[in-house]
C-alpha cells in the first residue's frame, strides 16, 4: 500500500490499513480515537528520529493524556535532542505535572535540556509576574 505506519507492538513497518502485524501478529487498532495512545506507545521506538518526532507531535497536539509519558522522556530518554523535544512538547500542554517534570528537566544531566527547560522556567516566571500586576490605566 501507499501509505505506512508501524505495528504498535513490534514496531515495524507496516502497511497503514494491516490489521494485524505480519511480523509479530499483533492486533493494530488504527480507529483515530486511539492516535495518541498508539503515539504513546511509539514513545518506546528503538529509533531516536522516530520518539523526537513522536514527541513533536504530541505537543503540537497538546496531548494532556501523554503528559506521564512525555516527563517521562524528558527525565530518562537517552537521548538529549529527545529529551529536549519533551521539555517543548511538556511546556506547550500544561498543567502542573508538566510544570513539575520542567522544573526536574532544569536539573537534567544534559545541558541542552537544562538551559532550555530553565529558559522556560523563567519565560513562564515572567508572564505570571505579569499577570498579578495591576492594571494602571492611562
Not at 3 to 27: G, M, V
Not at 94 to 116: D, M, N, Y
Amino acid at each position: 500500500g501507499f501509505l505506512r505506519s508501524f505495528c504498535a507492538n513490534c514496531f515495524e513497518i507496516i502497511d497503514y490499513a494491516d490489521a494485524i502485524c505480519p511480523r509479530c501478529n499483533a492486533q493494530q487498532n488504527t480507529a483515530p480515537g486511539n492516535l495518541v495512545l498508539k503515539l504513546i506507545r511509539a514513545l518506546k521506538h528503538p529509533l531516536a528520529d522516530v520518539r523526537k518526532r513522536v514527541v513533536f507531535v504530541l505537543g503540537e497536539k497538546r496531548a494532556a493524556e501523554a503528559t506521564n509519558a512525555l516527563a517521562e522522556v524528558a527525565d530518562h530518554d537517552p537521548d538529549p535532542y529527545v529529551a529536549r523535544e519533551a521539555v517543548i512538547a511538556l511546556s506547550k500542554i500544561g498543567g502542573a505535572p508538566a510544570v513539575a517534570a520542567l522544573e526536574r528537566a532544569a536539573r537534567h544531566e544534559s545541558f541542552l535540556v537544562r538551559k532550555l527547560a530553565g529558559g522556560l522556567q523563567i519565560a513562564g516566571a515572567d508572564r505570571r509576574r505579569a499577570a498579578d500586576r495591576p492594571v494602571r490605566d492611562g
